[in-house]
């Protein structure tokens, strides 16, 4: 049975830098690509950043690139640099069971195990 657990989410002002953890049991975050997703109120959940299996090359949304960064080893990590109010959302940690590369890696439908999530506020 896979499980996703994330942490680290919170409360920061406008500038501010967060980092989100995603612990795995039963997944092993070498073999397929995972990837962050968030969820603001009223909105659909987007993709922010992606990396693949293996080497770790990674794939970002356009509305972070150069702020977040993923990376993982035995944990998957998302840092939040230069935080910004519409960041706010719940963030989703979400793992693959097929190998993914480029814009299919911020869809939804690519990836079959998901975390509960964890609530990032970032005010101005």
């Known amino acids: 049975q896979v499980q996703l657990v994330e942490s680290g989410g919170g409360s920061v002002q406008a500038g501010g830098s967060l980092r989100l953890s995603c612990q795995a049991f039963?997944?092993?975050?070498?073999?397929?690509?995972v990837a962050w997703f968030r969820q603001a109120p009223g909105k659909e959940r987007e993709g922010v950043a992606a990396?693949?299996?293996?080497?770790g090359s990674t794939y970002y949304a356009d509305s972070v690139k150069g702020r977040f960064t993923i990376s993982k080893d035995s944990t998957l990590y998302l840092q939040m640099n230069s935080l910004k109010p519409e960041d706010t959302a719940m963030y989703y940690c979400?793992?693959?069971?097929?190998?993914?590369?480029?814009?299919?890696?911020?869809?939804?439908?690519?990836?079959?195990?998901w975390g509960q999530g964890t609530q990032v506020t970032v005010s101005s």
């Open positions: 039963g997944y092993t975050y070498s073999d397929y690509c």
């Open positions: 990396i693949y299996a293996g080497g």
């Open positions: 979400a793992a693959s069971v097929v190998f993914i590369y480029g814009g299919r890696s911020l869809r939804q439908s690519e990836y079959k195990y």
